[in-house]
């Protein structure tokens, strides 16, 4: 289906505002983007819809209300984590690539916990967006730099924090402060440019002359060259090399149980024979690529440890020399290998094996393997400054199965994709955080469907797909004008929100309230400020949602609370649910109502992959609560926590309901979905 006929059941022509800078990507709708900080990389998308009053299609499955409001699609409360585009990304072949230079599919480096240790492991790109926001320069006392947004998080070793933000008010988050350590690596080597001479330096270690033995291949020719590996990326690199230095007659050629390299010209035996020469006065190029080849003919890479065991006598003290030039520090082991000859192993740990495969870039990928090595914080990673750098940057980010990835040698937090906005052929990544639509109408056209004669004054839900008190809300106030209409033809209505952008209706509401039933809902599945950082920081903490709903229940509304969404094995035992509810209790909550995390196609991938990353030992447990293709956990399962919020509610003086958690429809902040995805039930957003 086209963007037209998706759209067009939203919007009508209508001339655009000529003060705005429009385009029109969707059929009616005027294009705005506004320069304010808080929806920099933003576009809003204004639409004079048709009809805003939605009927819940298909059979409700014992939902609480037959219509619905949704004066947005798409959602600003969505996190945007964001790097400079030559940010430089581990791969999972040991090589970098810049950020912005990523495609979908590509195998890079991330994390998993195991145990007490969070581990690197392979993972890939799943989406990638850009985005224009203020940037920040992030410096570390190692001399690591980052360019990101003020929303980027990197991992600490006090957990997972913003660049910027404030530990009260509505931006409240977990931020860094310069003293912070952050964990990786630290910053990546610049990869050698291949020059002339990292060329010959990397064919001086990796060919030698071979004495005549009287052996001849099949054409009856002398193998003049023996190379040290047979790898067949150094196989390609060295033919690649030699005829890059105008060698063109140089082929393969079986040497006994090695493999040789022939020629056919004396020209070319003879410029071989140059290349290999050993400069009088070797500059950094060349040692770069010497110790690239002495480490692909000589190297390994096992088991966390790197080790040269010398084959070729001559190349020990070249090699010693070329480690110590760049800083490297190293042993001679004691143990000696069969044939006689002493091996290096190269001593700092991870970084230092990173620094030396970036600066100097061997051929065997194989060897350069990271994963399984536990991530440590032995590198000086504290922060000393972060500094605004005073304009907006196009920035970049993206989505990966581990919910990390390692960005100039920090692990670096992903923005999860979701499974949303593709109805309306939006992608589920960028476009969901950045790309609003607006029903600029709202407030006018409910009024005049309110006022039909078709109209009964059915009660009216509010905020069962999008939160309707999202960010945007703060600028467009679309609510006091739909409140406003319902309150005049006192109509019911209930608002289901994690957004404490409602307190500015209070006085609105409370008018409404005199005239028709009027319910408030806020989502609080629990209290725990750490989980809710690792798994909500996008939303107002639970403490600032608490705080809500006691004023709101003292100005005389009724606000039930959906303990929404209760996760299995993090906030379900009984001392957890015990203390929810007797805070939402004496913050005045008129009823509770228990929902079990639903793991819908897109929530059920971002989730599953940050358990897997951040409580690995639940994995198994939520396999057997969730078989695959199945998003409600068992009726048992649901039956044992409602009866758990059943006696912490009479406990502390309050009756729980009892509805199943299967048929509430429930959302804070997804876009709508088709009506068929809205009648089988939405699940709250985790992002």
């Known amino acids: 289906m086209n963007n037209g006929v998706r759209w067009s059941h939203l919007t009508e022509s209508t001339p655009p505002d000529?003060?705005?800078?429009v385009q029109q990507p969707l059929p009616g709708a005027v294009v705005r983007t506004f320069d304010t900080p808080g929806f920099a990389g933003m576009t809003f998308y204004e639409v004079r819809a048709k009809s805003l009053i939605n009927k819940v299609a298909g059979e409700p499955r014992g939902v609480p209300f037959e219509y619905t409001i949704n004066p947005y699609r798409g959602c600003t409360h969505a996190c945007s984590y964001c790097l400079a585009g030559d940010t430089p990304v581990l791969m999972a072949d040991g090589r970098t690539r810049p950020i912005a230079e990523l495609r979908i599919g590509d195998a890079i480096i991330g994390t998993v916990r195991e145990g007490s240790y969070r581990r690197y492991a392979v993972t890939h790109v799943r989406d990638k967006w850009s985005t224009v926001k203020p940037a920040y320069r992030l410096t570390l006392r190692d001399g690591t730099e980052l360019v990101a947004s003020g929303d980027h998080r990197f991992l600490t070793d006090r957990g997972w924090k913003h660049v910027t933000g404030t530990r009260s008010g509505p931006d409240q988050r977990p931020h860094l402060t310069t003293g912070n350590k952050l964990m990786?690596?630290?910053?990546?080597?610049?990869?050698?440019?291949?020059s002339p001479e990292y060329r010959r330096g990397y064919l001086h270690a990796v060919l030698r002359p071979e004495p005549d033995t009287g052996y001849r291949d099949p054409y009856g020719t002398v193998p003049r060259f023996?190379?040290?590996c047979a790898e067949p990326q150094v196989l390609s690199r060295t033919i690649g090399y030699l005829r890059e230095s105008g060698v063109h007659t140089a082929e393969y050629a079986p040497l006994g149980q090695r493999t040789g390299l022939r020629t056919y010209a004396r020209r070319d035996l003879d410029l071989v024979g140059g290349l290999l020469e050993r400069p009088d006065e070797r500059d950094a190029e060349w040692?770069?690529?010497?110790?690239?080849?002495?480490?692909d003919a000589e190297g390994s890479h096992t088991q966390g440890l790197w080790r040269i065991v010398h084959t070729d006598p001559e190349l020990v003290e070249p090699t010693r020399a070329a480690l110590r030039?760049?800083?490297?520090?190293?042993?001679?082991?004691?143990?000696?290998?069969?044939?006689?000859?002493?091996?290096?192993?190269?001593?700092g740990g991870l970084p230092e094996k990173l620094r030396f495969f970036h600066l100097t870039d061997p051929a065997v990928t194989r060897r350069r393997a990271v994963q399984g090595i536990a991530v440590k914080g032995a590198v000086p990673l504290h922060v000393t400054s972060i500094e605004p750098l005073g304009l907006e940057l196009p920035l970049w980010d993206i989505t990966t199965g581990t919910g990390d990835f390692i960005a100039n040698g920090v692990v670096s937090h992903n923005c999860f994709a979701r499974n949303t906005h593709s109805y309306l052929d939006l992608d589920t990544g960028h476009d969901f955080d950045s790309k609003i639509v607006v029903k600029v109408n709202a407030p006018e056209l409910l009024r005049h469907e309110l006022g039909s004669s078709r109209w009964n004054g059915d009660p009216i839900a509010m905020g069962t797909n999008v939160d309707c008190y999202q960010r945007a809300e703060g600028r467009y106030r679309l609510m006091p004008g739909i409140i406003g209409a319902l309150s005049d033809w006192s109509n019911p209505f209930s608002i289901l929100t994690k957004g404490t952008l409602i307190l500015r209706d209070l006085p609105l509401l409370q008018r409404a309230a005199q005239r028709a039933r009027?319910?408030?809902?806020f989502s609080i599945g629990f209290l725990d400020e750490q989980l809710w950082r690792s798994v909500e920081s996008g939303t107002p903490s639970p403490s600032r949602r608490l705080d809500a709903v006691r004023r709101m229940?003292?100005?005389?509304?009724?606000?039930?609370?959906?303990?929404a969404p209760i996760l299995p094995g993090l906030s379900d035992s009984e001392e957890q649910l015990d203390a929810t509810v007797g805070a939402l209790v004496a913050a005045g909550a008129a009823s509770i109502t228990p929902l079990v995390l639903h793991l819908r196609p897109g929530a059920r991938e971002w989730y599953l992959g940050w358990l897997a990353t951040n409580h690995p030992d639940l994995v198994p447990f939520y396999e057997r609560l969730y078989p695959r293709g199945r998003a409600y956990v068992s009726a048992d399962y649901q039956r044992l926590v409602t009866a758990k919020v059943r006696r912490a509610c009479r406990r502390h003086g309050?009756?729980?309901r009892d509805t199943p958690a299967r048929d509430l429809v429930l959302t804070g902040d997804e876009p709508a979905e088709p009506a068929a995805a809205q009648a089988a039930g939405v699940q709250l957003t985790l992002l």
């Open 184 to 194: 990786g690596t630290g910053r990546f080597a610049e990869q050698p440019k291949e």
């Open 287 to 295: 040692d770069k690529g010497f110790l690239a080849g002495v480490f």
């Open 226 to 228: 023996r190379l040290a």
């Open 518 to 521: 009027v319910s408030v809902a």
């Open 654 to 656: 309050l009756p729980a």
């Open 325 to 347: 030039a760049f800083g490297f520090a190293f042993v001679v082991e004691d143990r000696r290998d069969p044939i006689g000859l002493l091996s290096l192993r190269l001593l």
């Open 553 to 563: 229940s003292d100005a005389g509304l009724r606000v039930g609370v959906l303990m």
């Open 18 to 21: 000529a003060t705005a800078p």
